[in-house]
């Protein structure tokens, strides 16, 4: 059954084909191409991506992540094949209809939801301004796993996050440790992992996999976000934690970048589907 939902730039949407809606963002809401990345986080199956009944992705791997399309303001159909299927008559999730804003800059993840059902949700990217010397990190829970608890510098930062939701937070750019337990747990699932957090960038990471089946991995975005005065703006580099499973990236791997406390005054922006 399709299921047509809006991307506007007021809703992050899950496309889970019962799908529900949260913020979404764009660096320019009213014009120009919207850029549109595919994150394939569903543990042993590799997939082929359809967008327009036109094969996109080709044997798209569980941990790839790839883009930005850049695509016209409008209207797609996404459906999602078992690897090398002949066509997209027979998808194994989907198809769905999105609207994408001129502007926008979006994901759309395949990936378990927490009781372990293969499901694709849709978020916007927050490319909104940072002030000169800071920038954004979020996180985002697509693992078939329980509420986690995000660590940064040995103290909880965010509590209870939820499959599919996220937090994010703007910072002073500089390096902190970071980590992910199953909530109200001390030891880690994920980490502990330095993250560098880059200036005038939104470093977005993407916990996946199955925590009964022990596969939890990574996947790191960064996205450009506008900034008023940079001095110096690190543009998208990745960096390898060393003994962190990690996702691939059209142009390199990325790592662990979480949030961040100490020293760091922090707003901590939880979202929720409803």
Do not use: C
């Amino acid at each position: 059954m399709r299921k047509s939902l809006p991307l506007a730039t007021t809703a992050v949407v899950g496309l889970a084909i019962a799908a529900s809606a949260a913020p979404a963002y764009a660096a320019d809401e009213a014009a120009g191409s919207a850029q549109l990345s595919v994150l394939h986080a569903v543990p042993d199956l590799p997939v082929d991506v359809y967008v327009n009944g036109e094969l996109t992705l080709d044997d798209f791997n569980p941990g790839d992540l790839a883009g930005p399309l850049e695509l016209p303001g409008g209207d797609y159909e996404i459906a999602i094949t078992a690897a090398d299927a002949a066509d997209a008559s027979e998808p194994v999730l989907g198809p769905v209809d999105v609207s994408l804003e001129g502007g926008g800059n979006y994901t759309a993840a395949a990936h378990l939801d927490a009781e372990g059902n293969p499901t694709v949700t849709a978020f916007g990217n927050d490319t909104s301004e940072l002030a000169a010397g800071e920038g954004r990190l979020t996180v985002r829970h697509v693992a078939a796993a329980p509420e986690v608890d995000i660590w940064a510098n040995g103290e909880v930062a965010v509590e209870a996050l939820a499959n599919p939701d996220e937090a994010s937070l703007d910072l002073a750019a500089g390096t902190l440790e970071a980590a992910v337990s199953l909530t109200g747990e001390s030891d880690p699932v994920i980490g502990p992992a330095d993250v560098e957090v880059a200036e005038g960038v939104n470093t977005i990471v993407y916990a996946w996999g199955s925590a009964e089946d022990g596969n939890l991995a990574l996947a790191t975005q960064t996205v450009d976000a506008t900034h008023s005065a940079p001095d110096g703006v690190p543009t998208g580099d990745f960096e390898v934690a060393a003994g962190q499973s990690t996702a691939g990236w059209v142009a390199g791997i990325g790592v662990l970048a979480l949030i961040g406390v100490g020293a760091v005054t922090m707003g901590v922006r939880a979202k929720s589907r409803v």
